[in-house]
Structure formats: structure tokens, C-alpha cells
């Protein structure tokens, strides 16, 4: 292991997960489409409603033919997860039309629009991002732009979450850039999933896809190597730094403790300059391995 470099205490909300939930939302039936119908679509993001990658993507996919409606955070929500708040009362902005800022999560956010916006008919498709900032390995675990994917996967609603960047410090004007090829690619992969579903469902049910795509040339604005489908690594990435400063209070840093990419992930696939293609679901189900395993390790346990 090698320890990269330490990062600034802002980085730190990439790895702190926020699991503190209600009951999501149940979208109502939707009315599959068709491959040459405009897709009505739920955008959200965890970087704030008016942060430029979510705004690039509302044009980008507005320009596509789709109908598209902003239900996101109306404050910066990166690091938070999956959480859902637990508060009375919500505070929700409609400040123009098809935007809707919540000041919440992205799960809130999601929620708030399959209860109220798309009321009665479920969005088509919930679109998470892009996000400013990869979402490969652990860093996906703790992401409110998946967060907001898994709100809607869970709702019974496909989601695809979308992020741009890599493991480097993102640099703010390459990534903006590479905004315009991740949303390139996002059009064509929603093409492929709504060509490929015919009149059925986008995705498989309780499947959501969490895609990374890398920053390419030095301005950002190349062109990925290729697509891999992949898993999510199973490492960390970042690891918390705290420094004991004498009086009750303590430094937060972050320290990238980068292992090889395991052969398959998201992380080796960004890496080598490709679009990462995570197939993910909604809960935290093990495979039939583990469970076989760990049923194995109770065997024969009373109370």
C-alpha cells in the first residue's frame, strides 16, 4: 500500500456515509416506452440543483428529445449517501420551471419528486449527475449521486447514476469539459437501453447503473478508450486522517491509500481511460457464495 498524498478536509465528505432513512417512496405504474417516444425523465444530482453538471446534462438530454424535469438538492449534498431525512417538514423551491430544488438529499430529493412531481405516473427514468468527482470503488458506497439512483431503483423506477472524473485531484476546467462526453455517452446508452427494451422496461428490476467516465486529453474534451462493464472494486480509496489538536477538537484529513485495481472494476477501467458500466441494486444482498458461507458459520446457533 502506498499512501498517495494527503487531501484537503473537504474531500473527506467523499467517504463518510449518511445512512439515516424513512420509508422511500412507491412510484406508481409506469406506462412502458416505446423506442421512438420522448422519455420522461427525473433528473437529480448530489452537487446542487444549480451546479453545472447537472444544468449540462438537462440540455444535453432536453437536446436529445427527452422530457426532463431537475428534482435536486437545493445545497451541495456530496458524501451523503443514501440518506433520507427524517425531519416534519421539507423546504422545496420551484424557482423556474421544470426545476425543483429540495433542501435535502438526493434520496429526498428523489422522493419528493415520484410523490409529488410525477405524481400519479412515474418518471421513465431517474438520471443521477453528472456528479464532479469519480464514483468508482468504495467512493460509490458513500456517493448521493448513487444515493439518488438507489432511491429510485428501490422505488421500482431504472436509474443510471453519472459521474465524470478520476482518481486525481479534479481539476474544475477538464472536468467541466469531459461533462460534454460523459453526456454524450449517456445519451447513446440511454438510446441502447430504450432500443434494446422495445415496449418493456429500461433495465431489469431492481437494477440501476452506476457509470464513471474518466477525464481524457489534457483539456478533458477527448474521447473515452472504450466501455467496460464492470464491478464495483472492492477497496476504500480514501482513508480518514484525524490529528489530535490538544484541545478536545481534532484536524480531518483524507489519505488516498490506492491498492491495484482489481481486474474487472470500475477502477481499472477509469484508469486505462474507459467508461466504467456498473450493474448495481438497491440493497445490500450478498451473492449466493456468501450467503451459503455465512449461513455455514451459524449452523446450529440457539438463542
Keep these: 500500500m502506498s499512501r498517495k498524498r494527503v487531501l484537503p478536509p473537504a474531500m473527506l465528505i467523499l467517504c463518510t456515509a449518511a445512512l439515516v432513512g424513512t420509508a422511500p417512496a412507491v412510484a406508481s405504474p409506469q406506462t412502458a416506452p416505446t423506442p421512438t417516444t420522448p422519455l420522461r425523465i427525473l433528473l437529480t444530482n448530489d452537487d446542487g440543483y444549480n451546479a453545472p453538471g447537472i444544468r449540462k446534462a438537462f440540455e444535453r438530454l432536453t437536446a436529445a428529445g427527452h422530457d426532463v424535469t431537475i428534482v435536486a438538492p437545493l445545497t451541495n449534498q456530496s458524501g451523503s449517501g443514501t440518506k433520507m431525512s427524517s425531519a416534519p417538514t421539507i423546504t ?50 458513500h456517493s448521493g449521486t448513487v444515493g439518488g439512483a438507489v ?41 441502447r437501453l430504450r432500443t434494446r427494451a422495445k415496449s418493456g422496461p429500461l433495465l431489469p428490476k431492481g437494477v440501476g447503473l452506476n457509470v464513471n467516465h474518466p477525464v481524457v486529453g489534457a483539456d478533458g474534451k477527448g474521447t473515452a478508450a472504450g466501455v467496460s462493464t464492470t464491478f464495483q472494486d472492492p477497496q476504500t480509496v480514501l482513508e480518514p486522517d484525524f490529528t489530535d489538536s490538544g484541545d478536545g477538537t481534532w484536524k480531518v484529513g483524507v489519505t488516498v491509500d490506492l491498492r491495484p485495481a482489481a481486474k474487472g472494476g470500475d477502477l481499472e477501467a477509469v484508469s486505462a481511460g474507459r467508461i466504467a458500466v456498473s450493474p448495481m441494486s438497491a440493497n445490500w444482498n450478498t451473492g449466493p457464495v456468501d450467503h451459503a458461507v455465512t449461513a455455514a458459520l451459524l449452523a446450529g446457533l440457539r438463542p
Design 92 to 141: 422545496v423551491k420551484h424557482p423556474e420551471p421544470k426545476v425543483w430544488a429540495v433542501d435535502g438529499s438526493p434520496g429526498d430529493s428523489v422522493a419528493f419528486g415520484l410523490s409529488e412531481v410525477f405524481e400519479g405516473r412515474a418518471p421513465d427514468l431517474v438520471v443521477s449527475g453528472t456528479n464532479f468527482g469519480p464514483n468508482v470503488a468504495g467512493l460509490a458506497s
Design 151 to 191: 432511491a429510485a431503483v428501490e422505488s421500482g423506477v431504472p436509474a443510471i447514476a453519472l459521474s465524470t472524473g478520476g482518481l486525481s485531484v479534479p481539476d474544475p476546467v477538464t472536468t467541466v469539459n469531459a461533462m460534454g462526453p460523459t453526456l454524450d455517452f449517456a445519451v447513446k446508452l440511454i438510446d
